[in-house]
Structures are given as structure tokens and as C-alpha cells.
């Protein structure tokens, strides 16, 4: 069993649509974060989280960390949006040593 | 821009052949790290550097290598190539480890292909 995992692995929506994308994992951590990769390959760190849950633009980010468990929202989706999220745990005490997910591939459809 | 950069974006090789990648980290961020993005797995743990020394080791070959330099940038050296060795190769950068927020600050990466 993987220690991070995300479902769903694909999502396809149309433009508007609010968007889940949720990560589990089964190890102890310090810290998650949620990251974007356009299909170009670049990487980009949208959040942070130890605890609760934040909100940028569009994008919420929570956490609860009794249940393992966070979710990736999208708000009013966009085609611009379509790219692969990555669900990372960063697992010692100086936030690093991070174990990513799988990736959930996202297609917004216009 | 991440401020991250990673040179050569393109490298196309053939088996056997030894590699260098190269990476400069955001100014003043002192921790590099390297990962592997194969195209059947997601991204793995390379190696991490902290101020020149080794700090953390993932699932890192032995046939493969890496350094931080006192400037702060670090290189990955890949050598006796496989085919399997092909991927991309990211190298990310995070501040000082007092008052660390734990943000990774991504490259744009290296696409190694092996011919």
C-alpha cells in the first residue's frame, strides 16, 4: 500500500464546476502540501498545511489530520486549471523527506 | 518564475554515457533536492543537500551522484546510463531551516532521454 494515495487518478469537468480532489496517507507528518504541474512539466507549490485549511483564489486547501486526510478544492473551474495535482507529505521535523502521491490528472473542458 | 533553475532543460544521450545536471537554488534558500519524475511513476526522492552537506537520501542509484557546491548550487551526476534512466529531473530549493516555511521551489526540470 502506498503511503500517499489520491483519488480520484482522473478527472474530467466542465468549466464551472467545483472540483475535489482528495489525498490520504498512512504515516505520521509534519506537514502536506498540494502541488500543480502543467502539462509543460513545470512543478508549483500552492499549499502548505499542518493544520485546518487555506484558501487562495479559487483553491481551498484542507486538512484533517485525525482522519489522514486532505482535500483539494477548485472553485468555478477553468480550462486553465487542467493539470496534474500532486498530494506530497513531508514526514520529519524539519519539513522535508517529503513522499508524494500519485497525481490526479485534471482536464476542464471549455 | 521559482527562481529555481535547472540547466539543460533537453539532454538526449545514449546508453553508457555519464551525465551532468545542474541546478541553481533560489537566492539565499540554503537545502537543494533531487527528484526523479520516470514516466510510469510519480515523483520519487533523489537525494537533499543542506548548506553543502548531504542531509537526507531517497531511492538514489549508486551509479548516480550529487553535490552542493559552497556557492550553493548543486549538481546531479548520472553515469553508465540505461534506458531506464530516462525521465525528468527536478531539482527544487526551500529556505533556511529556522523559520522554514517547508514550500519546495520547483525548477522547470531536465528531460533526460536515453537512446
Known amino acids: 500500500k502506498n503511503e500517499v494515495e489520491q483519488s480520484p487518478q482522473n478527472l474530467t469537468a466542465q468549466e464551472g464546476e467545483f472540483i475535489t480532489i482528495n489525498c490520504s496517507y498512512s504515516v505520521g507528518i509534519s506537514a502536506l502540501h498540494w502541488l500543480q504541474q502543467h502539462p509543460g512539466g513545470g512543478i508549483v507549490s500552492l499549499f502548505m498545511l499542518s493544520s485546518g485549511k487555506k484558501k487562495h483564489g479559487r483553491l481551498i486547501a484542507t486538512i484533517n489530520i485525525q482522519e489522514k486526510h486532505s482535500s483539494l478544492h477548485i472553485t468555478a473551474s477553468h480550462p486553465r486549471d487542467s493539470a496534474v495535482y500532486i498530494c506530497a507529505v513531508s514526514r520529519d521535523n524539519y519539513g522535508q523527506n517529503f513522499v508524494f502521491g500519485p497525481g490526479t490528472r485534471l482536464s476542464v473542458l471549455p | 518564475d521559482s527562481g529555481v ?68 548550487h548543486s549538481e546531479l551526476n548520472l553515469s553508465s546510463l540505461e534506458l531506464g534512466d530516462s525521465a525528468l529531473y527536478f531539482c527544487a530549493s526551500s529556505a533556511p531551516l529556522v523559520g522554514n516555511t517547508g514550500e519546495l521551489f520547483f525548477g522547470e526540470g531536465s528531460r533526460l532521454t536515453v537512446l
Open chain 2, 5 to 72: 533553475t535547472q540547466t539543460p532543460k533537453h539532454l538526449i544521450t545514449a546508453t553508457g554515457q555519464r551525465v551532468t545536471l545542474r541546478c541553481s537554488p533560489r537566492s539565499g534558500d540554503l537545502s537543494v533536492y533531487w527528484y526523479q519524475q520516470s514516466l510510469d511513476q510519480g515523483l520519487q526522492f533523489l537525494i537533499q543537500y543542506y548548506n553543502g552537506e548531504e542531509r537526507a537520501k531517497g531511492n538514489i542509484l549508486e551509479r548516480f551522484s550529487a553535490q552542493q557546491f559552497p556557492d550553493l
